[in-house]
């Protein structure tokens, strides 16, 4: 079995958030692959089922904490417990403003980089477990990011988030069989959010 864990905030008004790339990438493979109705456990909203691989179906669950980015561990930690897992089958989806917008890369343990979400999950399950990360492009300077992050995506953006979230989606069985080093998408053109214009969200 494999948690997927996808970071973000709970609330309408950060659903578009870039900060919440982790939810929407968890919620298309859940779509995608026709994941049982959401449920309220864990501290999170979940979804349960299979992923068919060529080796037989892998059971997940997609996990969205609604703990709060910066406290995700807490909700990974509780379902990680329940289910008797080991952190190298808790896979972390996350927005990564050290890779272009629409880029992807799968790596196993390391450190946060800065990033609060993946700090707590550390805490909580230790380092050990596999992240995927999920381009969405640095402002320019670090005084930025914050507003960055917690900012909709701008309507241009709209063609590389949908690709992103269908190669994920797409992709899962891969993930699921652990071929973490097969999984470098890059779906879309490269895009420059510091030459965006400032428009709604997708």
């Known amino acids: 079995m494999l948690i997927l864990a996808g970071l973000g905030n709970p609330g309408d008004q950060y659903a578009k958030n870039r900060h919440n790339l982790g939810f929407m990438a968890v919620d298309a493979i859940a779509e995608r692959w026709n994941f049982a109705r959401e449920r309220s456990r864990f501290a999170s909203l979940t979804r349960e089922g299979e992923i068919a691989t060529p080796v037989g179906p892998v059971r997940a669950l997609t996990l969205r904490p609604q703990t ?16 008797k897992l080991t952190p190298a089958q808790v896979v972390v989806f996350y927005d990564e403003i050290d890779l272009a917008p629409g880029r992807f890369r799968m790596k196993t343990g390391g450190g946060a980089a800065g990033n609060n979400g993946i700090r707590s999950v550390t805490a909580h399950i230790g380092p050990e477990f596999r992240r ?25 953006e709209t063609p590389w988030v949908g690709e992103l979230l269908k190669a994920c989606a797409e992709a899962a069985a891969l993930l699921a069989m652990g071929d973490d080093e097969v999984m470098r998408l890059a779906p879309s053109a490269k895009f420059d959010p510091r030459t965006a214009p400032d428009a709604g969200g997708v």
């Open 132 to 156: 995927a990360r999920l381009g969405t492009g640095h402002p320019g300077h670090k005084d930025r990011v914050m507003g960055h992050v917690l900012s909709d995506f701008h309507k241009v």
């Open 68 to 83: 709060f980015y910066n406290e995700s561990g807490r909700a990974v930690a509780q379902a990680l417990k329940f289910f």
